[in-house]
Structure formats: structure tokens, C-alpha cells
């Protein structure tokens, strides 16, 4: 069961709202740390977290948060410090680090369910303490989170305490996927059943994928609120006005969330997993690969920073390359004097290069070109729906289109565009 747009009002007490909103208005400037605490696993691993307490005795609500692949952010500390002043205490971790593996996407995927569903226990009765967990994370630390809570489901006898979970634009995929190609999602999703609250953050490029993410979850209640001008709401470089918005009240939010969820038991048992696939390769690479999704490219009909239209119908007779990317990448930043070099080296020859940038403003594209030297056009996909047509995950990926009109190659990740093979790849597609 699935309600897209939940808008149920959550109240406070008067002396609640005041002391939270007391706790907002200092949360941008703050500087937060929780308390250092080891929490030992039913098998033995000693797993340090940050703990964030309420100052009262009465804890009805913990939080097991679990940081996404780059880790810990003064933004999650600083929500924490706000929930830790309305009586939930939070225990914010981060597993790569716990566990001494590197920070990253392809380790979140590596940690056991079963550690996660320990953590989950050892929370819902901690210290002679009894209270409700509810499991929150962001971006594809909701792997393990959605693992931990169908371990802790398929648990015996069956186990109570567990609210769910509330998880900030979630990446389920279990590898990016090859360019142009839709992803696989790891099992657990479709045989998650616990309730869910998703907030997704309309700017991520994974927003696009929410609908087969909903499609997954058709046995969980599930509520899905967009974010509208987000990109991430606890990445501390996203600094637009709706993004500082959203961080401001993610304390409210969560909590009405966590109200939400309460509404709904835990379901008698979990659902069992599909039987697996063989697992995709990687699509991230380093170097141009034949292209594997329809490669008849879609028309691109946007306006660069200066309102400049660009309107491409027809590729023919052109060697064309098309760069997705944005300023607050570093793979993307890093390729640019590469892919100016390359258009240098192409001079004079049937070919086009062009940039398509996702879902930031011209104001900030025009300062950032005042900083960086760009030789080719870049256009603005306010609302990053083109590169969602174009099936584009990561950043940066870059399309090859021969003179025939037709894509023949894509790379997932910033390259050397100047390099000795790809320009004959790229001389090669020419007549």
C-alpha cells in the first residue's frame, strides 16, 4: 500500500514547539558532537557510535542513523542534537568506518543484514531501557538499513519494537548501471514489507527512479514526500534556499514521520527474498565502452546561462558528445580541462561538444564559469527531467553519438578525454 503525499499535521505540545523550534533556530551555525558510545553485537563486534541524548529520563523513541557513503555530516549531527532536545535519543554511525572499510557505496552494499538487525535489537532494549527504534539513513546507506530491518524481521521468535524506517532520497541500486541501461535493485526491496516514510530530494538524479522504487515496495506502506529544489538535504554543499529549508525542519519532519509510521504494527513475518541474479557489472569505468541502451538519442532543447536556446533535433553528420555533469562533483570538475583539450584537438572536423548540467540555477552556473575555464556550451536542466530521459544515475556521464546519428559510446565517470585512444575512438566515428 503506498501513499504518495502524506500530509498528516503533527503536534506538539506548546512547551514542545517552543523548545523546538528554540533548537531550529541555532541548528545552521552550531557546531554538534554526540557522546562516544560502543555498542557490542550479539556476536561479538564492538560497533562506536555518536549518541545524541535527550535530557530527560523518559526515552520513548531511539534512532539508529546510518551514515551514507561519505560519511558522518555536521548537518547529521546537528539534526541529531535537535531530536536529542525534543526527548529521542539518536545513535548516528557510520558503518564503513566502524567496520575499517573504505568510504563508498560498493562497502555500504558489503554489510551484513544480521550486523544491522544486532544494532537494532541491541537498541530497542538498552541498559534495562525499553523503547521503539525507528532505522533512518540517506542515499544507498538505506542498503543496510533495508537489509538490517529484513534480518531483524526474519528473526525467532518474532521480534516487536521496531517503528521502521524514514530514509532521505535512498539508492537501492546493487551496482550503477551500465549508461543508458535501468538499474537492478538489490532483493530486499521488493521483499520489504515494514512501513516506510521516503523523503526524496526532487533535484538527486535517483529521483527519477522513484516510481520503480515505489513499484518494489508494493507490499510496504510506504509515504513518499518530494523535496522540491533539493539535491541533499544533509550534503553541507548544498546551500540552496530549499535545501537549507529542508535541513531546518528535518527535525519536525522526521518526527512526524516517525508519527506516521507508528500508525502501522510490524507485519507477522518478512516476506522471503527472490532468488538472486547474477550480479550486474559495474557501469562505472574509465575509459569509452560501446554503449548498451536504444541508441537513438532523445532531442535536447535548453537554454545555457545566458538564455541562449540550444534546440538539437537532428545529429546527423557530426560526431557529438554529450556531457552530463554538475559544479558540486569533483570527478566533473576535474574532466573539464580534458574535454576542452579534446574539442582542440577536434578543430576543424564534424564534431560538437556540449555539457548539459543538472538541476542548478544560471546564477550558479555563472559564477562557477567565471572561475573555470569552459570552451564548449553549457546547457541548464532546472529540474534535471532531461537527464532523467536520458537515464543518467551518475555524474559524470558522457554520450558519443556518430555521424549516422546513432550512440555508439557511453562512460560512467570523469576520463582523459585528451588521451591518445580516445581520440581515435572519437577520430574513428568520423567519415
Known amino acids: 500500500m503506498i501513499s504518495p503525499l502524506p500530509f498528516k499535521p503533527f ?20 557546531q554538534h558532537s554526540g557522546v562516544a558510545q560502543t555498542l557490542t553485537t550479539a556476536t561479538g563486534d564492538d560497533i ?12 520513548r523513541l531511539r534512532v539508529l542513523w546510518i551514515a551514507p557513503g561519505f560519511g558522518i555530516d555536521i548537518r547529521h549531527q546537528q539534526t541529531a542534537t535537535a531530536l536529542a532536545s525534543q526527548g529521542v535519543e539518536v545513535w548516528l554511525v557510520d558503518l564503513t568506518e566502524a567496520l575499517f572499510l573504505t568510504k563508498g557505496a560498493s562497502s555500504l552494499r558489503k554489510i551484513p543484514g544480521q550486523l544491522v538487525a544486532d544494532l537494532i535489537n541491541g537498541l530497542i532494549e538498552h541498559d534495562g531501557d525499553r523503547a521503539e527504534v525507528l532505522v533512518i539513513s540517506s542515499s544507498y546507506g538505506a542498503i543496510p538499513a ?84 533539493v539535491m541533499s538535504v544533509f ?9 537549507l529549508q529542508s535541513f531546518e525542519n528535518a527535525p519536525a519532519m522526521i518526527l ?14 518478512a516476506l522471503p527474498l527472490a532468488t538472486t541474479k547474477s550480479t550486474p557489472r559495474s557501469g562505472l569505468n574509465t ?58 584537438a577536434m578543430q576543424g572536423k564534424p564534431f560538437e561538444l556540449i555539457s548539459v548540467n ?11 564559469l567565471q572561475q573555470v575555464d569552459v570552451d564548449f556550451p553549457v546547457l541548464l536542466d532546472p529540474g534535471g527531467q532531461l537527464t532523467g530521459q536520458w ?32 581520440i581515435q575512438q572519437i577520430n574513428e566515428l568520423l567519415p
Request: hydrophobic share 40%; with cysteine; charged share 20%.
Open 146 to 229: 533495508i537489509r538490517g530491518i529484513h534480518a531483524w524481521q526474519s528473526q525467532t521468535p518474532k521480534p516487536t519494537g521496531l517503528l521502521g524506517s524514514v530514509l532521505y532520497s535512498p539508492s537501492f541500486f546493487s551496482q550503477v548501471p551500465e549508461l543508458g541501461l535501468e538499474p537492478e535493485f538489490i532483493p530486499e526491496l521488493a521483499a520489504s514489507n515494514m512501513p516506510m516514510y521516503i523523503f526524496q530530494a526532487a533535484n538527486n538524479a535517483n529521483r527519477w527512479h522513484l516510481p520503480a522504487v515505489l513499484e518494489e515496495l508494493k507490499n510496504a506502506v510506504v509515504y513518499a514526500e518530494l523535496l522540491k529544489d
Open 391 to 422: 537515464k543518467v544515475v551518475a555524474f559524470p556521464s558522457t554520450f558519443v553519438i556518430g555521424t549516422d546519428g546513432k550512440i555508439r559510446y557511453g562512460v560512467n565517470a570523469g576520463i582523459h578525454w585528451d588521451t591518445p585512444q580516445v
Open 358 to 368: 543538472y538541476a542548478e540555477t544560471a546564477e550558479t552556473i555563472r559564477d562557477f
Open 287 to 344: 575509459q569509452l565502452r560501446p554503449y548498451a541502451g536504444i541508441v537513438e538519442p532523445g532531442p535536447i532543447h535548453l537554454r545555457d546561462a545566458s538564455e541562449r536556446l540550444f534546440d538539437i533535433k537532428d545529429y546527423q553528420g557530426r560526431v557529438t558528445v554529450i556531457n552530463f555533469w554538475a559544479s558540486w562533483c569533483p570527478p566533473c570538475v576535474e574532466e573539464i580541462p580534458s574535454l576542452n583539450r579534446l574539442k582542440q
Open 256 to 269: 512526524r514521520a516517525a508519527q506516521q509510521l507508528r500508525q502501522h504494527g510490524a507485519p507477522p513475518a
Open 11 to 30: 503536534f506538539l505540545s506548546a512547551i514542545g514547539l517552543l523548545g523546538l523550534l528554540l533548537s531550529l533556530g541555532s541548528m545552521a551555525n552550531a
Open 48 to 59: 562506536v557510535f555518536e549518541v545524541f541524548k535527550s535530557p530527560g529520563p523518559d526515552i
Open 235 to 243: 550534503y553541507r554543499k548544498d546551500t540552496s534556499p530549499n535545501t
